[in-house]
């Protein structure tokens, strides 16, 4: 169980226009913290990766909290909610940057349909699959963007429904009717790409 109180306070402390002294501390403190909880999100990600992938769960874990703590682009974290949505956001985006760089050293590769699955979250999603699905959720947050984070935070982060309501702010059942609706909308959106010549 991840001490939310004491994550708080020291993402409040590094959150702060200025800096403390012993951040170097407060950050170590944090990832001893966060570590766990972010190799399982890490873990269950790449699980549904194709095979053959060079990433690794440590190696994501460690570039997420990187981009997380880092100075230059740290933002205020409003609660442990907001910190967790943020890995999910940064492991997205760790992961599409990653299929982009495989698939431009593939000069294009074969193109392989995407099927979601919709009754679970465990497809194996291959590189361009990601980018696809990556460009579908892009278009849904101009739409919706409660549904995009909605997603994001269950594919991406691996979360449950009830910890994706608590940090969007929404019931569960708001949230399950949200998860469907935005499962079918990028289903239409994948398809409707994949038919084009």
Known sequence: MVPTNEISLLLESLSAPTRSADAAHTTQRLFVLVYHELHKLA?????????????????????????????????????????????SQAMRRILIDNARKKLSQKRGGN??????????????????????????????????????????????????????????????ATAHRYWNSARAWLYIRVSDSNELP
Do not use: M, Y
């Not at 060079?54 to 460690?62: F, K, N």
């Not at 909290?65 to 609660?79: D, I």
């Not at 990556?134 to 409660?146: H, S």
């Open 43 to 87: 873990t269950n990600r790449l699980k549904r990766e194709s095979p053959g992938n060079t990433l690794q769960p440590t190696a994501l874990v460690h570039e997420v909290f990187l981009r997380l703590v880092s100075p230059n682009l740290q933002s205020q974290w409003e609660n442990t909610g907001h910190f967790f949505g943020a890995a």
């Open 111 to 172: 193109r392989v349909k995407l099927v979601l699955d919709l009754q679970g979250l465990t497809p194996t999603i291959d590189d361009l699959s990601l980018i696809e699905l990556n460009d579908a959720l892009t278009d849904l947050a101009k739409v919706d963007p409660i549904k995009a984070q909605l997603v994001e935070l269950r594919f991406f982060g691996g979360l449950s429904l009830d910890e994706v309501s608590a940090i969007l702010g929404i019931s569960r």
